[in-house]
């Protein structure tokens, strides 16, 4: 199951400032700038949007399922 939460690399800004306020490298070359430019780009892990999907275990899922069974009976 997918799961949406906060992007890491950004912290949810949105933009990346990773590096002392400065994109990092990564952001840089996907937003085309070179790698000494100073501009805050957004971020390339999450596409600028903030938040990414992780996938969940399943596992975790059938153990809580079965949990809430046992209340039941």
Known sequence: MRKMVEC???GGQKTCTVSG???CID???AAGQGRRSYAAVR???C???GFVFVEEEEG???DADE???DADA
Request: proline share 0%.
């Open 8 to 10: 890491e690399h950004c």
């Open 21 to 23: 306020g400065r994109s």
């Open 27 to 29: 952001c840089l070359r």
């Open 43 to 45: 971020c390339s892990f």
């Open 47 to 49: 596409g600028g949007r």
């Open 60 to 62: 975790d899922e059938a």
């Open 67 to 69: 949990g809430s069974e």
